[in-house]
């Protein structure tokens, strides 16, 4: 089954927790690890990263640890680099509220030959970024959205959604104190019919629970594995709490 289908399929019973890995060629021997320990805790897919400068020959090594262990890899491609057909999917993403159109098409346009020959499911995929922002606001140009402002948020989803895309992503930025406020989260839930992505800064399981129940159909956690990866066992119990897996298990 093709990755959208499943996540749509996914989507409407249950939140779903990806678990985000950077390819850094130094770490791998503890990134297998790792990957091991969120699939036994119950991830539903690997994302690799590419805020560095991601290599095949890395991005590849996460593909195959991802397989080991059951689990989708999508590539979450910061640039063309680490394009890899093994890789289940790739999320084909703009960001939407960058000043920079390089950010918004223009890497897009120098990658989309390689990736169309790639022959790799893409997800067109509209990336939000909602302060602070983290590393990805400053490099992607962006023009946050205040955590004031759903209304802005919501803005950007809509129009990601009428652009055609078919996942929404609201990135607070890798490593940030505090995750997007609930009610940013809530407001643009309320007006997307497409599976709502949150990540930056998740590293509790009340977090997550509350992310989950504001609306997020997937929640992302990355730095936590590196802190303390013991805690993505409770975050994912946790969001197993929320509501619509309660309805799951009670109809199973
Ligand atoms: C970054 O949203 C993700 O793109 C993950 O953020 O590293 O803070 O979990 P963290």
């Not at 893409?122 to 922002?133: L, S």
Request: proline residues 5%.
């Amino acid at each position: 089954m093709h990755v959208h289908d499943w996540i749509l399929n996914e989507t409407k019973k249950r939140t779903l927790h990806f678990s985000l890995f950077d390819p850094d060629p130094k770490k791998m021997q503890l990134i297998e690890k790792k990957i091991k320990l969120v699939g036994e805790f119950g991830t539903d897919a690997i994302l690799i990263g590419g805020s560095t400068n991601v290599s095949k020959k890395s991005a590849e090594k996460i593909i195959y640890f991802a397989n080991q262990n059951k689990l989708p890899s999508i590539l979450f491609p910061g640039r063309i680099n680490g394009v890899s057909k093994k890789a289940s999917a790739l999320l084909f993403m703009s960001l939407l509220n960058s000043r920079n159109p390089k950010w918004i098409t223009g890497i897009q346009a120098e990658a989309g030959l390689m990736i169309k020959k790639a022959d790799i499911e893409t997800i067109p995929m509209g990336y939000i970024i909602v302060e602070p922002g983290g590393k990805v606001g400053k490099v992607g140009k962006a023009n946050l959205i205040k955590r004031s402002e759903p209304e802005k948020a919501v803005g950007y989803a809509i129009a990601a959604q009428l652009m055609g895309m078919k996942l929404v992503y609201l990135e607070g930025g890798s490593g940030i104190l505090e995750p997007i406020p609930e009610k940013i989260i809530s407001c643009v839930k309320k007006e997307l019919n497409i599976p709502l992505i949150v990540g930056g800064g998740i590293r509790t399981p009340k977090q997550a629970e509350k992310i989950a129940k504001a609306g997020a159909d997937i929640i992302i956690t990355g730095t936590v594995s590196e802190e303390n990866v013991e805690n993505v066992r409770e975050i994912i119990r946790a969001i197993k709490k929320t509501k619509k897996w309660a309805m799951l298990m009670k109809s199973a």
